[in-house]
């Protein structure tokens, strides 16, 4: 036991970069040989690249830029961004695949990455072609940065009750109000932002791009968060903010949907996240049953935690198969995508965190400690029923959509 703390890290490092992984949760399974190939490549540059230093960059909450810039010389900026403008056109399985791979190496990063991924996608698909060639390149590099602005001080779950506004001036906007709770706020240089140019509800929203250093907009305080701490999260402020009308996505009203269709895919990727996290955590749980001894005998030998430990395996498989599932309906353009996504990000989220928080628990004492990598596991996959709509959100759609008939 004593030999297990003295190097935890070192221990999950070599675990997460294993290969051996019991046939019955391999992420593998199923996959084509190309999805094998970059799930493989994303799986090592967590293990190499990410592990080994999530625990600093979320003690010191550092943003870990040149990593990212890294894990985009391999075409993880722009996933599923199309190859004309820099990205690496693959498709929604794939790029939860990948997204599930990287969480295995830090959670945070990868959730800061997946959104970024969003982004550059909406510019991408919504974008004019002008617009498309001036932001996609240097965002699929990360040379730059995005960030998604939507949620507002007084509207989280209701999003279409947004207040920020932007008024029309010639061939200008004129932005006020504020966004909160935004990913890599004042770290990014590009902020899709959603605000009002019509009247109250969803079809009075239009979607704007603004880069960092324009007139009259501003951050807020970076927040102290319990987890996700390796990007930085502060509100965004418009002050009199003017935007080029040229850099309006799609058309006035078309906001709202922009950012909905940005969401299902968004949902995905953060239930894929999840995976990677609990993936990650059932791996840690099963290498500290095997050292831990009480009791004379390893707690492997243990029949409850036996039972508890194949409970979580099988959450686990099941909400692959779920996230995997509403991938492929994304992709193929089919009517139920979006109550399929809505499923998968409330399903994988929250058995997600019930597997991360039993892992803890079975490292008793020693899960309570920032030496371990699983409490970071815990605190950085809490968030993920919270946000890309909480998971109370998530059952009135799905909701809503059997009772339509």
């Known amino acids: 036991a004593m030999a297990w703390r003295a190097a ?36 090592d540059f967590a293990a190499k690249e990410m592990a080994p230093y999530m625990a600093e960059w979320d ?21 599923y961004v199309k190859p004309d ?15 599930e791979a990287l969480s295995t190496g830090c959670t945070s990063t990868t959730a800061y990455m997946s959104i970024h991924n969003m982004c550059v996608w909406m510019i991408d698909t919504f974008g004019n072609e002008e617009q498309r060639r001036r932001f996609c390149p240097s965002l699929c590099s990360m040379e730059k940065f995005a960030s998604y602005c939507l949620t507002e001080p007084g509207s989280g779950s209701d999003a279409a009750s947004l207040l920020t506004s932007a008024q029309r001036k010639g061939d200008t906007y004129v932005l006020n109000g504020s966004k909160a709770f935004i990913s890599g706020g004042g770290d990014t240089d590009v902020y899709v932002v959603m605000c009002r140019t019509g ?16 007139p009259g907009l501003s951050f807020g305080k970076k927040e102290k968060k319990v987890g996700w701490n390796s990007q ?8 009199d903010c003017v935007v080029p009308v040229g850099n309006r996505l799609g058309a006035e009203g078309q906001g709202f949907s922009i950012a909905m269709q940005g969401l299902n895919g968004g949902r995905i990727n953060i239930a894929s996240c999840s995976l990677g996290a609990a993936h990650a955590s059932v791996l840690l749980a099963q290498e500290h049953l095997t050292v831990r001894k009480q009791f004379g005998e390893p707690l492997a030998n243990n029949q409850y935690l036996q039972f508890r430990l ?16 509403a991938a492929r309906a994304l992709q193929e353009g089919r009517e139920d995508a979006a109550v399929l996504c809505s499923m998968a990000k409330l399903f994988a989220t929250d058995e997600c965190f019930g597997i991360c928080n039993q ?13 371990y990598a699983v409490q970071q596991f815990v605190r950085d996959i809490r968030v993920h029923q919270i946000l890309e709509g909480t998971n109370e959100v998530m059952r009135m759609i799905v909701a809503r959509n059997l009772l339509q008939g």
């Open 8 to 43: 935890p890290r070192a221990a999950a490092r070599l675990l997460l970069g294993r290969r051996g992984i019991a046939s019955c949760i391999d992420p593998s399974t199923g996959l084509t040989e190309d999805q094998k190939e970059f799930q493989k490549v994303a799986l």
């Open 199 to 214: 009247g109250p509800g969803p079809k009075g929203i239009s979607c704007l791009v603004l880069e960092k250093g324009m």
């Open 59 to 79: 003690e010191k909450e550092i943003f870990p830029v040149e990593t990212m810039r890294k894990a985009a010389q391999l075409g993880f900026g722009g996933i």
């Open 232 to 239: 930085p999260t502060r509100a965004v402020i418009f002050e």
């Open 310 to 325: 194949a409970e979580m395996a099988t959450r686990l498989v099941a909400a692959r198969l779920m996230v995997r599932q």
């Open 85 to 99: 403008v820099g990205g690496s056109g693959l498709s929604r399985l794939d790029t939860s695949i990948i997204f």
């Open 359 to 371: 892992a803890l628990q079975m490292h008793g004492g020693y899960g309570y400690l920032k030496d």
